[in-house]
């Protein structure tokens, strides 16, 4: 059932503009949960783990500065280990590909003592389907691949369709729309981005930067890495570097930094000056129509310009899923099976 794709993984990657065309139609239903809980709601807590944990921390920045909503997002596996302080203004949303992470359905039972709850679900009919009280379900289809992409897409789909409505926001909800097609576009530069992991795959270590939204992005980027490659990838926000990671920066060191358009922009051009100067290998993401970003980067994967940092999320998490299974190949590993992990985690 791989299509012609000698991996899942790649097949699902080009999957995710349908995958977010598909989610986009939860619009109404999403709709109905904020209006039957709107009401009264004072605070926003995620829980999830691994990739599923990113696109809650999108999550956060979303709805804290669409909404005004406090809003927190715990590791599922932590929770029990904090105080929480839920009660019945807070809404908790879980995210999972699975539904069936135990981490996360352990949170759940404790949460729904208190708390409305919300899954963002991938597997229709799973654990936490049945046992949130309100669901939305992501359109990915299934996803065979250990490593998430297509499913983290349409996650964030979810809540940005959810952030959206909550905050009346239509200027984003028409953003939206054009989406699948700036991830069509991200995926035309296949081959060159296939070139390019060549030239990095030498690397022992990895460096992945971004502030504000694109800072789980960053992490995500980290993530994939690490998962299929066994490269050491470090996510970081671009402003904590030179709090201690800075020292790590050496001669040839590759640093993806991850730079769309917006008010984060200027300070990460800082920062990628930072890297550059000590020696780091700089491959950027950007805009097409960034000139500065082109000569200061050694490498740079364009995307189109009218991707701003609000829906980069969406979009330069593309080219970041495609090194990470281009490096795989490289080294010669099956990216849909990635030694010592599991696609559901159903242990604590
Ligand atoms: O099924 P879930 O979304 O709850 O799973 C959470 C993590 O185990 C999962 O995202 C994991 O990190 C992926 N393998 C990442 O690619």
Redesign the pocket.
């Known amino acids: 059932e791989k299509e012609g794709y000698n991996h899942f993984m790649i097949k699902e990657i080009n999957e995710q503009a349908t995958s977010v065309r598909n989610t986009l139609t939860q619009r109404e239903h999403i709709q109905e949960i904020i209006d039957d809980i709107d009401e009264g709601i004072q605070r926003i807590c995620f829980v999830?783990?691994?990739?599923?944990?990113h696109a809650s921390l999108t999550g956060k920045y979303l709805i804290e500065s669409l909404a005004g909503i406090p809003t927190d997002v715990i590791l599922?596996s932590e929770f029990k280990y904090s105080a929480n302080t839920l009660n019945d203004k807070t809404l908790v949303i879980f995210?999972?590909?699975?539904?069936?992470?135990a981490d996360?359905l352990k949170a759940l039972d404790v949460a729904n003592e208190t708390s409305k709850t919300l899954g963002i679900v991938?597997v229709a009919g799973s654990s936490i389907t049945r046992r949130a009280e309100y669901v939305i379900q992501t359109q990915a289809g299934p996803e065979i691949g250990?490593?998430?992409?297509k499913?983290?897409v349409a996650q964030l789909t979810s809540i940005y369709l959810f952030a959206a409505l909550l905050a009346k926001n239509t200027e984003l909800l028409e953003e939206l729309e054009k989406v699948p097609d700036f991830i069509d576009e991200a995926l035309e530069d296949i081959d060159f981005i296939k070139e390019i992991s060549k030239r990095y795959n030498y690397a022992r270590d990895f460096f992945y930067l971004g502030r504000g939204y694109s800072y789980p992005t960053a992490l995500e980027g980290a993530?994939?890495l690490k998962?299929i490659t066994y490269i050491h990838g470090e996510g970081y926000a671009a402003g904590e570097l030179k709090h201690g990671p800075l020292a790590l920066i050496d001669e040839g060191i590759p640093v993806v930094v991850i730079a769309p358009p917006g008010d984060s922009h200027r300070k990460t051009m800082s920062n990628l000056e930072e890297v550059k100067s000590r020696g780091a290998n700089v491959l950027a993401i950007g805009s097409a129509d960034d000139d500065a970003l082109k000569t200061k980067a050694d490498d740079i994967i364009t995307i189109n310009p009218e991707v701003n940092e609000i829906i980069a999320p969406l979009v330069y998490v593309v080219p970041l899923q495609l090194i990470a299974y281009y490096i795989t190949l490289e080294k010669g590993h099956d990216p849909d099976k990635p030694k010592n992990?599991a696609?559901?985690?159903t242990v604590e």
Do not use: D, P
Request: glycine share 6%; proline share 0%; net charge neutral.
């Open positions: 999830a783990c691994g990739t599923s944990y599922a995210i999972s590909q699975s539904g069936e992470t996360s991938n250990v490593a998430a992409t499913t983290y993530l994939k998962e992990l696609k559901c985690v």
